[in-house]
């Protein structure tokens, strides 16, 4: 039977509480709304973080030796909240400043759960690969920051402010911020979300809005045209989908001008939430990325798969999640003997015990430690993403089933219902 015809129920067991933590991540962002356009300020300020510059054209030559930010006074050190003064957190350096930018950007969960109503309440797209990063356009530049901090590219563009031209026009506050992708092959910025727009902030504006506006705002900047003089990267949106059977095949096998790194899925309602969020998600498999089961520096699919979690103080092991799942215990005379701390970062292989579910919940790990991970990484890894890569290696979550999942949920909405008897 061919994929599209498939109308049988999509019913898989219980893994997680994903689908519950939508609910109240949807119920949450009604409830409490924070002061975005401060949110906003204050990562543009973070990001740029220049001396001011005379309104004299960008030469090439300056464009990409940009030094990192000096580092914060010892008595600062340390400071590192979600609250940090703009001072403060555009000095930030190493560890600290890897930290306060990658909880800066929306960061999807991995697809373990397919969500209910999702023909009706998501949008997908094909996500680019390459390099996530952060983009600040203000006082005639522009910045891009990876999520461990570090400056990509200084450079001029088109977007508002972006560049020191004669015609350049708005205040200091009028900036721009975008969720972006760099395609290194293409030089190209690949748009997936607008945060903020010529000051006004967006970050309480649904998916539905934010992506109106991406694409209406941005080809009227000419910021999608060709690199020039003033415009170093060509910018560029993506195709995004409503959610049905039509939009998920054309996302998953339409052509795209970049190369795929698996789909993306947006709540239509979600506001543009920092940190780990259920409301967006990845999903890949091998024909729509090159990497779905996670390999090692040489590109070797590990012939174990391979966890990174934070110690705790009470030597518990975590993921990044908020409250993150604890995956085991460490002694305490093993954490002593090896030199750990509190807040290390660790790794670990799920050896032949594997994981073992309850009810949907993890009971236990089987783990084996590894060792200490690189210093450049900045979280643990998600749940989502610990079971995804387990589904990967035993019961896949398959394109069909996500097919089939949208079908049953059309024939559910399009079956008469039974009229009502009046006594």
């Given at each position: 039977m ?67 930010p ?5 008595q ?46 998501w ?77 006004y ?20 900047t ?28 054309a ?34 498999d ?51 003997m ?86």
């Open positions: 061919a994929p599209h015809d498939l109308r049988r129920p999509f019913k898989r067991p219980a893994i997680s509480d994903q689908q519950r933590r939508r609910e109240l991540s949807l119920l949450r962002q009604t409830q409490h709304r924070r002061d975005a356009q401060l949110q906003a300020r204050c990562l543009a300020s973070s990001v740029l973080s220049l001396p001011s510059r005379t309104s004299e054209p960008v030469s090439d030559a300056e464009i990409e030796l940009v030094p990192e000096e580092s914060l006074p010892e600062e050190s340390g400071a590192l909240t979600k609250d940090l003064d703009v001072r403060q957190a555009s000095r930030l350096k190493g560890a600290e400043a890897r930290k306060w930018f990658a909880e800066q950007l929306m960061l999807p969960e991995w697809m373990i759960d397919v969500p209910d109503r999702l023909s009706h309440d949008y997908v797209f094909a996500r680019p690969a390459g390099k996530r990063c952060i983009i600040v356009s203000s006082n005639g530049t522009t910045i891009s920051r990876l999520r461990n901090g570090s400056i990509l590219h200084h450079f001029p563009s088109a977007l508002p402010c972006g560049a020191r031209t004669r015609d350049v026009s708005g205040s200091a506050q009028s900036y721009c911020i975008l969720d972006c992708i760099f395609h290194e092959s293409d030089q190209t910025y690949y748009v997936i979300d607008m945060v903020c727009w010529r000051g902030s967006l970050y309480d504006c649904t998916a539905e809005f934010r992506f109106f506006w991406l694409n209406s705002k941005l080809e009227e000419g910021a999608c045209g060709p690199p020039s003089h003033y415009h170093k990267f060509r910018f560029s949106p993506v195709s995004i989908y409503n959610c049905d059977q039509s939009g998920l095949l996302s998953y096998t339409g052509a795209v001008p970049y190369v795929k790194d698996g789909l993306l899925f947006y709540n239509k309602h979600a506001h543009y939430q920092t940190g780990n969020t259920p409301l967006t998600l990845v999903w890949k091998e024909n729509c990325s090159q990497y779905v089961i996670d390999t090692d520096s040489k590109g070797q699919v590990l012939s174990q798969q391979q966890v990174v979690l934070e110690l705790r103080d009470d030597g518990k092991l975590s993921t990044s999640d908020d409250p993150g799942v604890i995956f085991g215990c460490l002694d305490g005379e093993f954490i002593q090896s030199g750990l701390h509190s807040c290390d970062l660790l790794k670990f292989a799920i050896s032949d015990g594997g994981l073992t579910l309850v009810d949907g919940k993890l009971e236990k790990a089987d783990l084996h430690y590894l060792g200490k991970v690189n210093r450049a990484r900045v979280f643990a890894d998600s749940y989502s993403k610990v079971m995804f890569q387990h589904m990967v290696r035993h019961t896949p979550l398959k394109f069909e089933d996500l097919l089939a999942s949208i079908n049953f949920s059309d024939d559910q909405e399009n079956k008469p219902r039974d009229s009502e008897m009046v006594g």
